[in-house]
């Protein structure tokens, strides 16, 4: 039973570029995690979805950020127009349901670079 | 806001030695979680603490949950090069059953 999985493991983007970050949750789990780790810094909600809806968005940024959860496909988190303050480290987790309950299943994370 | 401080930031011990890191919170944790997390990879859960006082072992390593709810810690006994990494601790955000909040966590390096 494969795990969270996320792609790319390592992503470069210049200023002003576009990063698109997929996240496939574990096998029979319809709830997904955004959280972001910033060097010297812990991990950091940002959103909460689960199929075709988002639940909670309080840590996600005002601007430039959205994320989804198709009902086919993986979850996307799209961060437009980057800058170097977005470098950072962006993990997912899934869990098969949001009632605290269950453990959230973290997968190995995207490291973006903005140069 | 509730606030997660781990102590100390950083470990560095020799291969058979044993450890103590710290986990406190500024209010009482609702459910605390200690997570593992290796160089290159996401956290992994170790243990999940809910009752004041409570003592749980896995293997080589115990987790306390102070009296209060407020503090925990984390033993390792005889620490290996395969205990090397970043020790979170956790807890479920006040009034959601979701939200982590994360400590900035002790990093641990055990040399052989």
């Known amino acids: 039973n494969a795990g969270v999985m996320q792609n790319p493991r390592h992503l470069v983007r210049r200023r002003g570029q576009e990063a698109r970050l997929r996240c496939s949750p574990m096998?029979?789990?319809?709830?997904v995690y955004w959280y972001r780790q910033l060097p010297e810094e812990g991990l950091k909600f940002m959103v909460y979805?689960?199929?075709?809806?988002?639940?909670?968005e309080s840590g996600m940024p005002k601007e430039r950020f959205s994320a989804e959860f198709p009902k086919e496909g993986p979850s996307i988190l799209r961060i437009q127009q980057v800058v170097r303050g977005d470098s950072a480290a962006y993990f997912c987790?899934?869990?098969?349901?949001?009632?605290?309950?269950?453990?959230?299943?973290f997968g190995a994370g995207t490291r973006l670079s903005v140069l | 806001t509730q606030l997660l401080e781990q102590s100390p930031q950083f470990l560095s011990i020799q291969e058979g030695e044993n450890l103590t890191v710290y986990c406190n919170s500024s209010?009482?944790?609702?459910?605390l979680q200690w997570y593992r997390q290796e160089p290159g990879e996401g956290p992994v859960l170790l243990v999940t603490?809910?009752?004041?006082?409570e003592v749980k072992k896995l293997k080589r390593l115990t987790f306390q949950f102070g009296d209060a709810r407020k503090d925990s810690s984390l033993h390792i006994t005889a620490a290996q090069p395969g205990d090397t990494g970043l020790y979170l601790c956790?807890?479920?955000?006040?009034?959601?059953?979701?939200?982590?909040?994360f400590g900035k966590g002790t990093l641990l390096t055990v040399n052989p």
């Open positions: 209010s009482v944790f609702s459910s």
């Open positions: 979805l689960q199929k075709e809806n988002i639940i909670d």
């Open positions: 603490v809910v009752t004041g006082g």
């Open positions: 096998k029979g789990h319809s709830h």
């Open positions: 987790a899934s869990s098969p349901s949001g009632d605290g309950k269950n453990i959230q299943y």
């Open positions: 956790a807890d479920r955000k006040g009034g959601s059953n979701y939200k982590l909040t």
